[in-house]
């Protein structure tokens, strides 16, 4: 686990679905995961329902499952994110450009948050990056809230 290998890292955990939901089964080795994590005193596993901008917020690092919200919306706020696909189901894709921020395996999550905890790496928030390769997942107004533009636009309208 990550948490082994790096003393520096405190990792945040939020589960897409409640833990215990019937619905849902959780494979042996999430649920061994999730344990470890819950009798680690640098992780936390989230509340389910917790708002999923918190741990963005709080996060220095994101990590995901390929093309999920939480690296996505860091990348649009500038912040450091990666995805983990250790089932390999992402190695082909459309977006190519983020193929070298996406692991398959354990050996290459450790390599890739070793060299950026030592900052060895470029990470999505380096300026080439963030240009037009990266629009897709910044938009076209990388770190604005749409919320605050509407506002204004809104605004706008009755001045």
Sequence with gaps: MLLSDFDQLVLLYKPKRRLTNGKCCYSS???ELICEINNNPRAMV?????????PIALADLLISMPFES???????????????DPTGIACKHRYQELSAYITH????????????LNRKRRSTTDPEMTKANLADFTG????????????????SLVE
């Design 46 to 54: 989230l509340d389910y329902d917790v708002n999923p901008w918190i």
């Design 70 to 84: 939480p690296s996505i919306a860091g990348i649009h706020y500038g912040k450091p994110a990666f995805f983990h």
């Design 105 to 116: 395996d354990y050996s290459q999550l450790k390599l890739l948050v070793d060299e950026f």
């Design 140 to 155: 076209p107004r990388p770190e604005t809230n749409s919320s605050d533009r509407f506002r204004d636009f809104l605004v």
């Design 29 to 31: 080795g999430t649920r």
